[in-house]
């Protein structure tokens, strides 16, 4: 009965002690992975510019929520002549260049939206190939695919732990369109 006892204790206290470092490592994941979201500058094309008293600054309240859907934008000015080759929209989130118009994605994990219905072996396949979601069409420019490519799995992880940890926002960002078609 005793030993019984005693047996149950140790059970438990490693138990206790697996769940712990568990939920520690994944904290820290989640830290890591807004660390390297911050320096890798995904802010810089997935969080929309407002004007600020010192001019262009991101607007956290809408924080890797992509292109925003009310800002609807009309077709490109004509570029590829000279040496201004690509254009982009006040916010940052929208670029017309020789690939057609890209607007950068809704990073939140909005189930219908944004990143919710992703897991994450598409977002690491998508890094590593350049396809939309892993498997589709090239991810458009200026996207930096290559400086996703380069980072390991285990930063990619937890770049994707991070965004899955942000509060979804229903934000719907519109489709590419191709080279010499109009915005819709
Ligand atoms: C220079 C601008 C820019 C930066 C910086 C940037 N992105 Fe993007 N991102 C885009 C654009 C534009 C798209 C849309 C591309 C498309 O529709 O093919 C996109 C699309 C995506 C997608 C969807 C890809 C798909 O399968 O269609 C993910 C996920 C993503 N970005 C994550 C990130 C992360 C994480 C970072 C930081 C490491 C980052 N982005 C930095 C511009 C950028």
């Known amino acids: 009965m005793r030993h019984a006892t005693f047996v149950l204790l140790c059970l438990l206290l490693i138990t206790t002690g697996t769940a712990y470092t568990a939920s520690q490592s994944s904290k820290s994941e989640v830290e890591r992975g807004a660390y390297l979201v911050r320096i890798m500058g995904c802010n810089d094309c997935h969080t929309p510019l407002k004007m600020g008293p010192k001019g262009p600054e991101p607007d956290m309240s809408r924080m890797l929520t992509g292109h925003p859907s009310d800002l609807k934008m009309p077709t490109a000015p004509e570029l590829g002549h000279g040496?201004?080759?690509?254009?982009?929209?006040?916010?940052s989130t929208a670029f017309a260049g020789p690939w057609g118009v890209s607007f950068a994605m809704n990073l939140t994990p909005d189930?219908?939206?944004?990143?919710?219905?992703?897991?994450?072996?598409?977002?690491?396949?998508?890094?590593?190939?350049?396809?939309?979601?892993?498997?589709?069409?090239?991810?458009?420019?200026?996207?930096?695919?290559?400086?996703?490519?380069?980072?390991t799995d285990e930063d990619l992880r937890a770049i994707f732990a991070f965004l899955k940890s942000l509060p979804p926002v229903k934000n719907r960002v519109p489709d590419p369109v191709d080279a010499g078609q109009e915005t819709k």
């Open 83 to 91: 040496p201004w080759a690509w254009s982009g929209a006040i916010t």
């Open 111 to 151: 189930s219908e939206t944004g990143l919710g219905s992703w897991s994450e072996q598409m977002f690491i396949e998508m890094s590593r190939t350049g396809r939309h979601m892993g498997k589709g069409r090239p991810v458009l420019p200026p996207m930096p695919v290559a400086s996703l490519t380069a980072a």
